[in-house]
């Protein structure tokens, strides 16, 4: 192999998990990837957006992200390229990106004019080129669609559609281009990769893994038509499991380095490692160890209990969320539960949430009484409003449809708070 490449992404530093702070976590996890850059002779780093878990990341956050970069170079890794997600700040991103070009770090925070200047040529360090990226970060609604008077909902969904698509194209014809020219000057084949942060149509999620929908609508499930056949490989980001989409090995989900939820406590994290001679990619997946044990329970009383306290016979520290489905109802539970845990003088134990199955949610009417408002969408609560208020058949597509775009501004207002 001439050429070693790593793809990771979603790493939302600065994230919490039930107010639980993870620095320890994302300390660890960084040292590892330092360590595997320089184990792995890696030339190039991929990292494919939602580097922050907020659009306003806190000071740690940001020290732990600079200091990773400043340490790269150490590694011999020649080059890192960053793409921004749906959770990271274009602002943010590109302020310092002309500095750290000098690191050879390249961002792209935003989409750029020029569909050409989302494409990045890497070179060796003898000057000569060795891959070409076409770095396309999160695509906002507002970068690709422009809203006209008198539009349908389905017209708005194929105009993203399309809008998402044409950039694609756009982007990877200059990639092309661009490696033709270099193919003719140097004498060398050179690799072309794709990157993107979207969701695309048939790739797997968990629940509770705290993903979001990326535009209002069904249609930004982007099919793998959009990524055209000249991309030797594409590096994706934003679903947090590590995954092929469809039959397309080379079109890549890295997933999240850490369980960004309980749902993905037993889900095995990984980086892809792609190695090239040439055009032909070589995919393998390289585990990455588990830095804080998490560990969702769920059952009546008696058996929370006995798991509490295998847990806790195990030895290792772990976070817990508990999920009651006895029949009988336990007001206390957590009194109860914290009892299976009298001998824990350590704090090996900490339990970070408790979910009792047995509190309804009355003020919704379900029809199904042992739903709580944490088994509910918001989606779901206002289906079941206009449920409540007999709102027409041909009048609910409209509502929701600005329901939706009301709650994409308050997610966005929200972590631009945080």
């Known amino acids: 192999m001439t050429l070693k490449v790593l793809h990771t992404s979603d790493w939302h530093l600065g ?61 011999g890794c020649q080059h890192v390229v960053i793409i ?5 700040s274009p602002t943010f991103l590109n302020a310092p990106r ?10 792209v925070g935003a ?48 105009k993203l ?29 050179i690799p072309l990769i794709g990157m993107g942060h979207l969701w695309a149509a048939g790739a797997r999620t968990v629940e509770g893994d705290g993903v979001r929908d990326l535009y209002v609508g069904s249609l930004a499930h982007v099919g793998t038509d959009i990524f055209p056949d000249s991309l030797d490989y594409v590096a994706l980001g934003h679903l947090h499991v590590p995954q092929a989409v469809g039959n397309h090995t080379h079109i890549r989900y890295s997933g999240s380095p ?29 585990d990455i160890p588990c830095f804080q044990r998490l560990r969702q329970l769920t059952g009546s009383l008696a058996s929370l209990q006995t798991e509490l306290q295998a847990l806790l016979a195990d030895g ?41 199955q047995r509190i309804t949610a009355r003020t919704l009417h379900a029809q199904d009484t042992e739903q709580t408002l944490d088994d509910l969408s918001p989606q779901d609560v206002f289906r079941r409003c206009l449920d409540a208020h007999e709102v027409p058949d041909e009048q609910r597509p409209e509502l929701l449809h600005l329901y939706q775009d009301i709650l994409r501004q308050v997610q966005e207002a929200d972590r631009q708070a945080d």
Not at 271 to 277: H, L, R, S, T
């Open 258 to 286: 850490l369980p960004m939820g309980f749902g993905e406590a037993m889900q095995q994290k990984s980086v892809c490692v792609i190695g090239f001679d040439g055009h032909q990619p070589e995919l393998s997946l390289l």
């Open 161 to 189: 559609l399309d809008g998402i698509k044409a950039h694609y194209q756009a982007v990877t014809a200059a990639g092309v281009q661009q490696r033709q020219e270099l193919q003719k000057q140097f004498a060398s084949d």
């Open 316 to 356: 290792e520290a772990t976070w817990v969320e508990i999920i009651y489905t006895g029949a009988d109802i336990v007001p206390d539970l957590r009194e109860k539960l914290l009892e299976a845990l009298a001998e824990d003088t350590g704090g090996l134990i900490t339990l970070l949430r408790v979910k009792n």
């Open 84 to 88: 921004g997600g749906n959770h990271d």
């Open 15 to 75: 994230r919490s998990l039930y107010g639980q702070r993870r620095y320890p976590e994302f300390d660890a996890f960084l040292a590892w990837m330092l360590d595997t850059l320089r184990d792995q002779q890696a030339d190039v780093l991929l990292i494919a957006g939602d580097i922050f878990d907020t659009t306003a990341p806190g000071n740690r956050a940001m020290q732990q992200y600079y200091q990773f970069l400043r340490q790269v170079a150490d590694t």
């Open 98 to 107: 002309d500095i750290l070009k000098m690191l050879n770090v390249h961002v």
């Open 111 to 158: 989409k750029t004019d020029d569909p050409a200047e989302e494409v990045l040529r890497l070179d060796d360090s003898n000057g000569a080129p060795m891959l070409l990226v076409c770095a396309v970060p999160y695509l906002r609604d507002r970068d690709i669609r422009t809203a006209e008077a008198g539009e349908t909902i389905d017209d708005k969904e194929h």
